[in-house]
């Protein structure tokens, strides 16, 4: 009986056991699933997917300008030394040119004051390529200007005639001090007349011409340029030459030629050129240049004076004012003050290097999600 017993304890027991492992693996199979289909893609609503707004709040703002600031000369001429050492960009050639025109006209009908009816018209161009490798600078300008003026019942007549082919090397030597070197070539390109002298002259009334004069300066010396307005050239070793090619101006007794029938003249002097810019106001600028040479051989009291001052007046970006003014006092050519004023309206366009001022600036607005 007791084996009995024991026997069917046991099948029950067995019976029971298995049961409950069964059902807790039914819980733990059940757990498991739902947390599968938690985690898990819903496939079925990829095919209809829902886009929902999400709300931005803007904070700060920046502004970035169209073009990248740099230091750069202004927009009038000359470039310095000084200029291109703040020049960022790293590069070693650097153009900038002016180009102007300016037209005067004037007609009369039945004008009680009287009048002669007459057009006008002056061209200037001024070209500026400059070169900076570390410590060495080099500048090559160009100048060049013609002018005329047609009156009724006169022969045309030139109001301006100028040719400066000029080139500088410098060498930094620190505290805005260069040492300089260079020369400067001086000229026109027509035939001049003394119209009051002969108010309808011919061509052999002509006082001036083609290299004649012409006037060449090569010396060295050194150069102060503290900032891109002010620049002083000194150089106490300097020749000036004279050329006139012109046969029938050698024996005119002009130009300081000693003899008739000369052509060269040389001098050994000292030359101070002095560049001062004055800018008045946002688009009125004055520029003045004073060149002084005297010659160490003959009469060094005697000192040749040359100021060039222009008045710039921009309207606008090709439209502007421009009065001049030259002084010249040589002794070997004339005993006396010479003079020369002019004044016009016409446009102008800069071309190379210039600082361009902030127009238009891109927004950029940073998002912050709540």
Same mark, same amino acid.
């Given at each position: 009986?007791?084996?009995?017993?024991?026997?069917?304890?046991?099948?029950?027991?067995?019976?029971?056991?298995?049961?409950?492992?069964?059902?807790?693996?039914?819980?733990?199979?059940?757990?498991?699933?739902?947390?599968?289909?938690?985690?898990?893609?819903?496939?079925?609503? &990829?095919?209809? =997917?829902?886009? /929902?707004?999400?709300? %931005?709040? #803007?904070?700060?703002?920046? @502004?970035?300008? !169209?073009?990248?600031? &740099?230091?750069? =000369?202004?927009? /009038?001429?000359?470039? %310095?030394? #000084?200029?291109?050492?703040? @020049?960022?960009? !790293?590069?070693?050639?650097?153009?900038?040119?002016?180009?102007?025109?300016?037209?005067?006209?004037?007609?009369?009908?039945?004008?009680?004051?009287?009048?002669?009816?007459?057009?006008?018209?002056?061209?200037?161009?001024?070209?500026?390529?400059?070169?900076?490798?570390?410590?060495?600078?080099?500048?090559?300008?160009?100048?060049?200007?013609?002018?005329?003026?047609?009156?009724?019942?006169?022969?045309?007549?030139?109001?301006?005639?100028?040719?400066?082919?000029?080139?500088?090397?410098?060498?930094?030597?620190?505290?805005?001090?260069?040492?300089?070197?260079?020369?400067?070539?001086?000229?026109?390109?027509?035939?001049?007349?003394?119209?009051?002298?002969?108010?309808?002259?011919?061509?052999?009334?002509?006082?001036?011409?083609?290299?004649?004069?012409?006037?060449?300066?090569?010396?060295?010396?050194?150069?102060?340029?503290?900032?891109?307005?002010?620049?002083?050239?000194?150089?106490?070793?300097?020749?000036?030459?004279?050329?006139?090619?012109?046969?029938?101006?050698?024996?005119?007794?002009?130009?300081?030629?000693?003899?008739?029938?000369?052509?060269?003249?040389?001098?050994?002097?000292?030359?101070?050129?002095?560049?001062?810019?004055?800018?008045?106001?946002?688009?009125?600028?004055?520029?003045?240049?004073?060149?002084?040479?005297?010659?160490?051989?003959?009469?060094?009291?005697?000192?040749?004076?040359?100021?060039?001052?222009?008045?710039?007046?921009?309207?606008?970006?090709?439209?502007?004012?421009?009065?001049?003014?030259?002084?010249?006092?040589?002794?070997?050519?004339?005993?006396?003050?010479?003079?020369?004023?002019?004044?016009?309206?016409?446009?102008?366009?800069?071309?190379?290097?210039?600082?361009?001022?902030?127009?238009?600036?891109?927004?950029?607005?940073?998002?912050?999600?709540?």
């Amino acid at each position: 009986m007791k084996r009995i017993f024991l026997v069917l304890f046991s099948v029950v027991s067995v019976q029971i056991f298995s049961q409950d492992e069964k059902t807790n693996r039914e819980i733990l199979d059940s757990i498991n699933h739902q947390r599968w289909k938690a985690v898990s893609l819903n496939l079925d609503s &990829l095919a209809k =997917p829902a886009i /929902e707004d999400v709300p %931005t709040k #803007f904070q700060d703002t920046i @502004f970035l300008p !169209s073009t990248i600031q &740099l230091p750069e =000369p202004s927009q /009038e001429l000359p470039i %310095t030394p #000084f200029s291109l050492n703040h @020049f960022k960009e !790293s590069k070693k050639w650097y153009f900038h040119g002016q180009n102007n025109i300016v037209f005067n006209q004037a007609s009369f009908s039945n004008w009680y004051s009287g009048g002669i009816n007459n057009i006008g018209v002056l061209g200037k161009i001024n070209y500026n390529l400059s070169y900076r490798n570390k410590k060495h600078f080099l500048e090559n300008i160009l100048e060049l200007k013609y002018g005329w003026i047609a009156s009724e019942g006169q022969a045309s007549r030139k109001t301006e005639d100028y040719i400066n082919l000029a080139l500088n090397y410098g060498y930094d030597v620190g505290k805005n001090f260069y040492i300089s070197s260079g020369f400067k070539f001086v000229s026109q390109f027509a035939p001049g007349f003394n119209y009051t002298e002969t108010p309808e002259p011919s061509y052999y009334d002509r006082i001036s011409n083609f290299l004649a004069p012409g006037y060449l300066n090569a010396g060295v010396g050194l150069s102060y340029n503290p900032n891109e307005n002010f620049q002083v050239i000194f150089r106490p070793v300097n020749g000036k030459f004279t050329f006139v090619m012109d046969p029938m101006l050698q024996k005119a007794g002009k130009y300081g030629l000693e003899r008739d029938g000369q052509s060269f003249r040389q001098e050994l002097g000292a030359m101070m050129n002095v560049i001062y810019r004055l800018k008045i106001y946002k688009d009125i600028v004055l520029d003045n240049q004073v060149n002084l040479f005297s010659n160490y051989v003959e009469h060094a009291e005697r000192v040749d004076i040359a100021y060039k001052g222009a008045l710039t007046l921009r309207f606008n970006k090709f439209i502007s004012t421009l009065v001049t003014l030259d002084l010249s006092y040589d002794h070997d050519q004339i005993r006396a003050l010479q003079r020369k004023q002019t004044l016009g309206i016409g446009f102008s366009y800069n071309l190379g290097v210039k600082k361009e001022a902030e127009s238009k600036k891109k927004v950029i607005k940073p998002y912050v999600v709540p």
